[in-house]
C-alpha cells in the first residue's frame, strides 16, 4: 500500500505543529497501536495490565514526538503510513518488554536472595553467592550435565516458565522441576566442596 492523501496531510500538519493536528493523529493510529501491543505481547507469550498496556502505548507516542518527530520526519513514502508506524510501533513495544523482562528477574533473584538469607529455604530458591557472582555461576554451569545446566540458566538466568523451558528444550513439562532440583543440589555440592577446600 502506498500512503494515502489523508494520511499525507495529517503528517504534514503534525510535522508544521497546526493546531489539533496531533489530536487527529493520536485519535487516527491509537486503534492500530493498541493492536499492535496486544498482538505483539500475545506473540511473546506476555500478559499485560490495563496499566501496562497504557505505559506502552504512551511510550510508542512519546517516542513519536521525541526530537521533532524525529521518527516521523525519516518516514520516506514509500509504504503507507500505518505500515510504517507498525513497525515502529512493535520494535518499541518489543524493547520495552525486554527491559520488563530483565527486570522483573532481576527482582525475583533479589527476592531469592533475601529469602535464603532469612533461612527460608524452601527447596526452590538459589545460593546467593552464586546470584551475586556472575563468574563463579558461569564457572559451575560448565561442571553440570548440559541439561540440567540448560534447564537452570534459562529459569533463573531468562525467568523462564518450566512449561517455555520444556518446549524449548524439547522436553516434558514435569521433568523441568526435577531436573531443576537435581541443578540446584549439584550447585550446592559444588559450593560446599570449594568451601571445604579453602
Known amino acids: 500500500m502506498t500512503l494515502t492523501e489523508i494520511d499525507?496531510?495529517?503528517?504534514?500538519?503534525?510535522?508544521?505543529?497546526?493546531?489539533?493536528?496531533?489530536?487527529?493523529?493520536?485519535?487516527?493510529?491509537?486503534?492500530?497501536?493498541?493492536?499492535?501491543?496486544?498482538?505483539?505481547?500475545?506473540?511473546?507469550?506476555v500478559l499485560l495490565s490495563p496499566e501496562d498496556i497504557d505505559d506502552l502505548c504512551e511510550e510508542i507516542f512519546l517516542t513519536l514526538l521525541k526530537n521533532d518527530f524525529e521518527v516521523l520526519r525519516r518516514f520516506r513514502a514509500k509504504s503507507s503510513l500505518a505500515t510504517y508506524l507498525t513497525v515502529v510501533a512493535r520494535r518499541i513495544v518489543v524493547r520495552e518488554i525486554s527491559k520488563r523482562q530483565t527486570q522483573d528477574v532481576r527482582e525475583r533473584f533479589a527476592a531469592q536472595v533475601a529469602t535464603i538469607e532469612k533461612g527460608d529455604n524452601k527447596g526452590d530458591n538459589f545460593?546467593?553467592?552464586?546470584?551475586?557472582?556472575?563468574?563463579?555461576?558461569?564457572?559451575?554451569?560448565k561442571k553440570l550435565p548440559s541439561k540440567e545446566a540448560e534447564v537452570l540458566r534459562l529459569h533463573y538466568l531468562e525467568g523462564r516458565s518450566y512449561e517455555e523451558i520444556g518446549k524449548s528444550l524439547n522436553m516434558p513439562t514435569n521433568s523441568v522441576g526435577p531436573t531443576l532440583s537435581r541443578a540446584r543440589e549439584h550447585v550446592r555440592e559444588h559450593l560446599a566442596k570449594e568451601k571445604q577446600s579453602e
Open 127 to 141: 545460593p546467593p553467592k552464586v546470584l551475586e557472582d556472575r563468574e563463579t555461576l558461569e564457572k559451575i554451569l
Open 8 to 45: 499525507r496531510h495529517l503528517l504534514n500538519r503534525c510535522l508544521a505543529r497546526e493546531p489539533e493536528a496531533w489530536k487527529d493523529f493520536v485519535d487516527r493510529f491509537i486503534g492500530l497501536f493498541l493492536h499492535v501491543i496486544s498482538h505483539t505481547a500475545h506473540s511473546r507469550s
